[in-house]
């Protein structure tokens, strides 16, 4: 068995969408990053390339490389799933905080954990999805931190 941790975190700006777990959530503030700032699958990302001492996103996709610049994020996800898959890993489970003032998340909780388990390739019972605010200490920012558990 294996454990991976990520984390990311991002500025909020007008102007951007707002990208988490891979959907667009309907918000005045969007991430500002090279890509579309999924902060959610970013620190997955990092999660599965840690399991396996394999680096983080910047390693793999730099943000001073204008090839994934406005590049959705899971382009990256994908990637590290290809390379623990190529190891023998296998996911097996997953818990994700959210931490975001405003917009509220939980109205759209079932549409996150239904992407997260069609880009995951895990059931609905092996996501576990918290949503978080920051009490005001980042109210223009959105966090995201990740543990998954492999086999192998």
């Avoid at 959530?25 to 997955?44: F, R, Y």
């Avoid at 975001?100 to 239904?114: F, G, I, N």
């Avoid at 880009?119 to 990740?146: M, N």
Wanted: a negative charge; aromatic letters at 4%; proline letters at 6%.
């Amino acid at each position: 068995m294996r454990i991976g941790y990520g984390e990311d975190s991002h500025r909020l700006g007008e102007g951007r969408p707002l990208y988490l777990c891979g959907l667009e959530i309907p918000s005045p503030l969007g991430a500002l990053a090279h890509s579309d700032g999924d902060a959610a699958l970013h620190a997955l990302t990092d999660a599965l390339l840690s399991a396996y001492g394999l680096g983080d996103i910047g390693l793999h996709f730099p943000d001073t490389d204008p090839r994934w610049q406005g590049v959705r994020s899971e382009v990256f996800l994908k990637e590290a799933l290809r390379q623990v898959e190529a190891r023998g890993g296998k996911l097996v489970q997953v818990s994700l905080a959210l931490i975001l003032d405003r917009p509220k998340l939980s109205p759209h909780r079932e549409a996150l954990l239904e992407n997260l388990s069609r880009l995951l390739g895990l059931p609905i019972d092996r996501i576990g999805l918290t949503f978080k605010t920051s009490e005001g200490l980042a109210p223009e920012h959105v966090q995201a931190r990740a543990v998954v558990l492999l086999d192998g």
